[in-house]
């Protein structure tokens, strides 16, 4: 199975996204979100020139707007296992 893959781009403090990956199993998702979260190497390839700050809480909303998204998407429960996300 490939891993899966997400992009986030931090534009401006107000900018408007969508997690498509919504669309998919949560714990498709989770692993890279985490990773985001918990990698440098990663998040500094992703998210250049951000806070940890700022990062945190767009991958957090990112999360939560996927939460919400994927219950609508899927009819049924959509959560993470992490809770920081």
Request: contains cysteine; proline residues 8%.
């Amino acid at each position: 199975m490939a891993p899966t893959r997400a992009a986030i781009t931090v534009t401006a403090p107000n900018a408007q996204f969508y997690p498509s990956f919504c669309g998919l199993y949560a714990h498709r998702s989770e692993p890279i979100l985490v990773r985001l979260l918990d990698d440098p190497a990663v998040y500094d390839k992703v998210l250049p020139g951000v806070s940890e700050e700022q990062r945190t809480q767009t991958i957090t909303e990112v999360a939560k707007t996927a939460e919400r998204e994927g219950w609508q998407i899927s009819n049924g429960p959509y959560f993470f296992t992490d809770d920081r996300l």
